[in-house]
């Protein structure tokens, strides 16, 4: 009886052998050849499970008992001499790695019973520690000379009593470091994603020991599966020990779960779609109704996320400098507009991205914040804010208005360099936040007023807003043939909705999925999300459009138009930086047909667009011109003029003094054709500012 769990056992391992010959061929020879630089070899669950009759309990072998299997395969492939290293010795430091678990656990859901179990976890990455050398074969040496070797485990480091050879009493032993044997080790701390959470639950995290040649790989805000066995171990109070034990995962591989745009796998089939689509001259349309098409109407802005999903092209230039390719988009707009409901479904559809919403942020959660770190050795480190967790992706920042005034200034350099310049607690540091913005805001007083003057009624700095590309007035304006059409559109997709609600709990007679995804059809996106996504990523990938010369002079002639160089005492319209805007739009609505250089339709297209932005934002009525110096510095350029004039005449009239009577200025500066109004504005304007006082009633000071 006490040999068959031994006969067992010894078929185990040639099954293990059986398999790795049949199925891993290729992997095993990959590995003698580049041993040891690859010294892992990963074997997918799925093929284990399949493996013919053994198949599914090794596989649930794997589950109960991982130590052992890792022996077995271990031993397989020794016994097997299925890697043969170039110098023909046996290769002891292979990696048995096994991916593609069937099943996750959460980490909420990871109990006592999980312990010494192989399970698998997904989350965000939240923290690393560097990766540092860890000793796991102590040798030790007592002034006899002798030797002892100590094997470590994970955490505290053992000693041995004294020294092992037979009659050497010593027991003051030195350590070793150069014969000991070392690995690389490495912390990473891992979080639940917070869509799968009830109301109130906070993340749990998870921490993680990475060794070998896994350490180094995976960076924080990665989306990562981690496959390991759960480990448990003393917890330690002020040197006593505790009944409770602290849990951690010992990692045996990692998968990226969500990668960015450059990294989406794209297979042949969806290629063939990818070039098949690129070729339909209704591209942009489906494109556009594609991008939230629960949500009616709002065409130059889906049109304008679009743009900014695909992206311009980021150049690096020869002096070092760079120019930031990515499309940054404000959308400002009446509430009820579906502003966050858009925001939301771009992260969605980008791949690396973080919603955020302004209100609830400060300046350090948007950037970097300096934390004392409990997790390694209690030194400052960095812990990354939203914009660099959503490097090489989309920001989203709802009630941008909300902000507090510093806090919105953290993100300028974040917009325009694309880095993060943190000087905190002896840490001189630049993260990367090569990131898309897009922001929502509402006007300062909740509404729009279409007769008030507009940088009044935007609650941001000029400097914050000129960084944006585009800037789209979302107004709410009735208007009964659309208002007809919207509440049409919203109708149907709740009645829809709520079919589909009722079929699920009882199936209604009559209804068929054809018939639900007919109803559906008004509020499909013309490609589905998870094409959409592939396409993105194809066109990032692999299309670097050129600026044709019809595109060039088209882009010239509207921004000299924009500039009206003619007239030299015009508002100052338009600055080079809506230039720059206009040939990153289009580089990407090049990119969206796949196309290798930018035609005149792009440069059309993108000139629509940026004017009907300017249009709403700079439009300067009393000289039908466009004045963006309301929005680049919240003063326009007759208000500047009126202000200059009544200094003026302030001085002329009080000479040294500086000093005159307000309506001795009126006068003086009424007669010079301003309106009597709008001077005493202007007047207001310099006692606010502080760059007059009024000594005495009726009296105005220059200071």
């Known amino acids: 009886m006490e040999k068959q769990p031994d006969l067992h056992e010894g078929d185990r391992t040639g099954d293990w052998t059986r398999l790795l010959k049949t199925k891993y061929k290729k992997q095993l020879g990959e590995l003698s050849r580049e041993y040891p ?27 109960e008992n991982p130590g052992k299997v890792l022996e077995d395969v271990w031993d397989a492939i020794k016994n097997g001499q299925l890697v043969r290293t170039k110098d023909g010795k046996d290769p002891r430091e292979i990696n048995i790695r096994f991916t593609n678990l069937p099943r996750k656990t ?87 994603s917070p869509e799968g959470l009830r109301g109130g639950e906070q993340p749990q995290t998870l921490d993680i020991d990475v060794t070998d040649d896994l350490s180094g790989i995976v960076s924080p805000g990665d989306r990562i599966i981690i496959n390991g066995i759960l480990r448990s171990m003393q917890r330690v109070v002020r040197g006593e020990k505790s ?102 479904y771009v992260v969605k559809l980008s791949p690396r991205a973080i919603y955020t919403s302004g209100q609830s942020s400060t300046a350090a959660g948007l950037t970097a914040t300096a934390v004392k770190d409990e997790f390694g050795e209690g030194r400052w480190t960095l812990e990354a804010g939203a914009l660099v967790l959503a490097d090489m992706g989309v920001a989203a920042v709802d009630e ?57 009624q935007i609650n941001m700095p000029p400097s914050l807003l000129s960084r944006f590309d585009l800037i789209f007035i979302m107004t709410d304006q009735p208007e009964q043939k659309r208002d007809m059409a919207i509440a049409e559109h919203i109708l149907k997709a709740h009645s829809t909705g709520e079919l589909i609600a009722q079929h699920k709990k009882t199936p209604i007679p009559g209804v068929t999925d054809e018939y639900i995804q007919q109803q559906l059809k008004p509020v499909m996106p013309d490609i589905e999300p998870g094409l959409f996504r592939k396409y993105v990523a194809y066109s990032k990938r692999t299309c670097f459009p050129l600026l044709s010369p019809e595109a060039r002079d088209a882009l010239v002639a509207y921004y000299l138009k924009l500039r009206g160089i003619a007239e030299p005492n015009k508002p100052v319209p338009v600055t080079a930086r809506q230039l720059e805007a206009l040939v990153r739009l289009a580089e990407a609505s090049a990119r969206i047909r796949l196309s290798n250089t930018i035609d005149t339709s792009d440069a059309e297209r993108v000139i629509h667009i940026v004017d009907a932005c300017l249009r709403q934002i700079a439009y300067d009525a009393k000289t039908g011109t466009f004045d963006i110096d309301k929005i680049v510095t919240g003063i326009s350029k ?11 005449a302030i001085r002329d009239i009080g000479g040294d003094g500086r000093r005159a009577g307000i309506d001795q200025v009126i006068d003086a500066v009424s007669a010079k054709g301003f309106p009597r109004d709008k001077v005493r504005e202007g007047i207001e304007m310099l006692l606010r500012t502080g760059e007059a006082m009024e000594p005495k009633n009726g009296l105005i000071q220059l200071i």
């Open 638 to 648: 007759e208000k500047r003029d009126i202000v200059r004039v009544i200094k003026d």
């Open 243 to 344: 009944t409770v034990f602290d849990i951690f995962l010992e990692c045996n591989s990692i998968e990226v779960a969500e990668k960015e745009f450059e990294e989406v796998e794209i297979d042949e089939k969806a290629e063939d779609e990818i070039n098949r689509l690129s070729k339909d001259p209704m591209i942009y349309r489906m494109i556009t109704h594609s991008v939230a098409p629960t949500i009616y109407g709002s065409e130059d802005v889906k049109q304008a996320i679009a743009l900014q999903l695909f992206g311009g092209i980021a150049k690096e230039m020869p002096d070092g400098s760079r120019l930031r390719g990515d499309i940054h988009v404000l959308l400002i707009g009446d509430p009820g507009i579906a502003k966050s409901q858009l925001l939301r």
């Open 400 to 456: 941008m208005d909300k902000m507090e005034k510093g806090d919105r200034s953290a993100l300028h350099e974040a917009m325009e360099q694309q880095s993060i310049s943190v000087a905190k607690a002896g840490i001189t540091a630049t993260l990367k936040s090569r990131c898309a913005l897009l922001g929502a805001a509402n006007p300062k007083y909740g509404r729009f007023d279409m007769f008030g003057d507009l940088s009044d």
């Open 106 to 192: 959460l980490i909420r859901n990871i109990r006592s019973d999980d312990i010494n179990r192989y399970i698998s976890v997904e989350g965000i990455l939240r923290k690393t520690t560097e990766v540092r050398p860890r000793v796991v074969e102590a040798v030790f040496r007592c002034p006899a000379g002798h030797f002892t070797v100590k094997q470590q485990k994970y955490g505290k480091f053992i000693e041995p009593d004294g020294c092992a050879t037979d009659g050497c009493t010593f027991k003051k032993l030195e350590l070793l470091p150069k014969r000991s044997k070392f690995v690389d080790s490495q912390k990473l701390r891992i979080q639940e």
């Open 37 to 63: 630089h690859k010294r892992s070899l990963s074997i997918n669950y799925r093929d284990v499970e399949r493996f013919g009759k053994p198949g599914i309990a090794m596989a649930d072998e794997l589950l």
